[in-house]
């Protein structure tokens, strides 16, 4: 990081002082606040001691090479960096493998996507998979070893719902299909809703089917096998791939020894007829109640597979990290789970719940469509490749592949420039506009640079010059892309990796408004220029498919 960089120059003048990237760009580049904190130490005024510090850094050996200008206001010492050195920065960058990010080496299991068998993908499954593939992108990038698992919700009510309407409506499992699965999995949540005894009877078939019924196996394995090439579809139409793609029910052959290990450890028992592990701690502010590992009817439930799944991960990678991109509702859960399976050690790898907030309609609720439904994700797709035509001027024929990269660049880039904490509001008019933070803003801007870049040569060197505040700003940029890069990797947040991307994109807009790279018929600078474009695309390029975003052919 071009932080540390500069840290490690300022350290060796002024000691332990902390450096950090400028609140005010337009001032300086870095700026060091420890005078305050000096002054009190040493009763001395805060001016005092920064003046000190512009007059060592000033007088230090490369002074000249590393800095423009070294000044303080109050105690706040402000610093800029030469156009040499900054020239020199994006030279090292570029010539380094990952712009040299510096890399990790983890072993990271990432549980995100988390489809139902037989219930359809919507809007919310959309998010952990878009926010899940970033994440997962982000940590190889750094050099981790990561395994990504679907966990599909293969064992839960649904399943004995869909399996009760299919024998009342005589479906075989060899005449299932997936228009009757989407008709039926709604119509039967509806109906258990208001009658309590066909409840109790899908319930039961569930247990059963737990318990290794082999006629309602037969059921679950149609149903899977239909439901999940659907949802495959759709994932490969996001670009959202896994290592594995386990479920609920493959964690079940592990339930006995997780319940051999609780029993032995004393963390089981009974109440209510259940048997539950006790989670709360001394320092909770609110109730944690147990987790319940088995139900009175002797069913599993969804923390039952959820620690018996963390138990075959450790055995099977000894994961360091387990991710889980899971709906902020089900914080509670996850702290019953950890908490289970920190008390019985069963795998000491760091269990991180990174939550995601809800997908709004404008009035605040869950994303619905005109018709009061949640919007498949097909239907979605369709709608907002035929808004991005519609304000494109009509009916243009485009590349399947490039409106692919289209359709995915606007759900994405709207989705993921959001902390995934918060709720945001779905506009896709909004969202597939061609200005503001938009994914269509990005393509252009990528696309527009590469037409420009592809009229020169490659140029290899960069002079010492920058050659306004367009084109020093844009620079700055490029050599920050590790401080934000690694904001987004160490908080799993990857919205300050879009955030960056964004502004490295509005910067690169203002530079090429500013200066015509095309017409210059200064030699010297046009090849800088050239050879700054080319680190930004790369950058913009190499960084959006990170987020799942590609850039189409034409647009
Ligand atoms: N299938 C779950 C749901 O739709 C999400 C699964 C999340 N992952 C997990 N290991 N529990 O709510």
Known sequence: MVTDIVSEIVKKELGEVSVSLSSKPGLCDF??????????????????????????????????YYFESISFVNGFVNITLSNKFINDLIKNMNSKDKFGISLDNKKVVLDYGGPNVAKPLHVGHMRTAIVGEAIKRICKYKGNDTIADTH?????????????????????????????????????????????KIMDECANITKDLQEGNAEYESYLKVIKEISVSDIRRLYNYLDVSFDLWEGESDAYQYIKPVEDILNKEGLLHESEGALVVDVNEDSDTKEIPPLIFKKSNGAYLYGTSDVSTIYERESKFQPDNILYVVDNRQDLHFKQVFRTVKKAGISDAKLEFLGYGTVNGEDGKPYKTRSGDTPHLDDLFKETKDIFISKKDGNESMDDEDIRKIVNAILKFADLQNNRVNDYIFDINKFSNVVGKTGPYMLYTVLRLKKIIKEFNNIDDLSDNIYDDTDRK????????????????????????????????VDANNFYQNNHVIGCDDRTKQEDWVYILNVTVKVLEEMLHLVGIDIPSYM
Do not use: W
């Open 31 to 64: 700026q060091i606040n420890d005078a305050f904190r000096l002054a009190k130490e040493l009763h001395k005024a805060p001016a005092d001691i920064a003046s000190e510090m512009v007059d060592k850094l000033k007088n230090s050996e490369n002074s000249s």
């Open 152 to 196: 599909l919700g293969d064992y839960g009510l649904q399943i004995g719902e869909v399996i009760y309407a299919m024998k009342h409506d005589n479906v075989k499992p060899e005449d299932c299909t997936l228009e009757y699965l989407n008709e039926a999995y709604p119509r039967m949540s509806a109906l258990v809703k208001t009658d309590d």
């Open 474 to 505: 844009l620079r700055f940029r490029l050599i920050t892309l590790s401080e934000s890069f690694d904001k987004a990797y160490n908080n799993r947040l990857p919205n300050y990796l879009v955030d960056y991307l964004y502004d490295l994109a």
